[in-house]
């Protein structure tokens, strides 16, 4: 067993490092421990995130807020132009272009309730369509304009909508559409029956 005693004067290692901290004292370089500085700031930190977590949920319904006051704000396009373009395209035989075209009128006129819109895409979407029944994009559209004339309350808007299913052979659908008019209703005068394709509902 080794001794920790010397004869010889020898400096033990706890002597040592007593020496060392009582010069670092007399000194003044001793470093003073500050027990209380990671807690503050641990507590920093979580005042941090806790702020970020409160703070940002507020920021994004404020930023949603102002988005759809910003798209609320906008004016609905016309349907007239993409109807131009889904024709044509549909005339140079680029029959995908055409329709994804005729869809987007569809969305447009819809968005404005003008059911001769809708009725003027049908009539497109028509021309495309080899199969014809009740859950074709033409027969949508026209059950969309059929919405759109009743809400309109528009008289010739569900008589040029029944004329389009009879063509399609819907006679009973026809005819439903029909008994949809109110007896009280006004006939509008501005309504875009002009717009509405000749002859595409003739049987």
């Not at 010397?6 to 002597?15: A, K, L, M, N, Q």
């Not at 005042?47 to 609905?76: H, M």
């Not at 049908?122 to 009743?150: D, F, H, I, Q």
């Not at 008994?179 to 005068?189: C, F, K, M, Q, Y």
Request: neutral net charge; proline residues 4%.
């Amino acid at each position: 067993m080794r001794s920790t005693y010397s004869p010889y004067g020898e400096t033990r290692p706890s002597d040592q490092n007593l020496k060392d901290q009582n010069r670092s004292v007399e000194s003044g370089t001793l470093p003073i421990a500050q027990p209380h500085s990671e807690g503050n700031h641990r507590e920093r930190s979580w005042r941090a995130i806790t702020y970020q977590v409160l703070f940002l949920p507020f920021l994004f319904l404020a930023a949603l807020a102002w988005t759809r006051c910003d798209f609320s704000g906008r004016e609905i396009p016309d349907w007239k132009p993409v109807l131009a373009l889904a024709d044509a395209a549909r005339e140079r035989g680029d029959l995908y272009y055409s329709k994804s075209l005729y869809s987007q009128a569809g969305r447009l006129a819809a968005s404005r309730e003008d059911w001769a819109g809708l009725l003027s895409t049908a009539c497109g979407m028509k021309k495309l369509e080899r199969e014809k029944g009740p859950y074709s994009s033409t027969n949508a559209l026209l059950l969309r304009a059929m919405v759109a004339a009743e809400t309109r309350q528009s008289r010739s808007g569900l008589v040029a909508v029944a004329k389009a299913f009879a063509a399609l052979g819907e006679d009973k659908v026809a005819t439903m559409v029909l008994s949809r008019i109110g007896n009280n209703w006004v006939e509008e005068t501005n309504d875009s029956a002009d717009v509405v394709s000749p002859g595409c509902w003739d049987k």
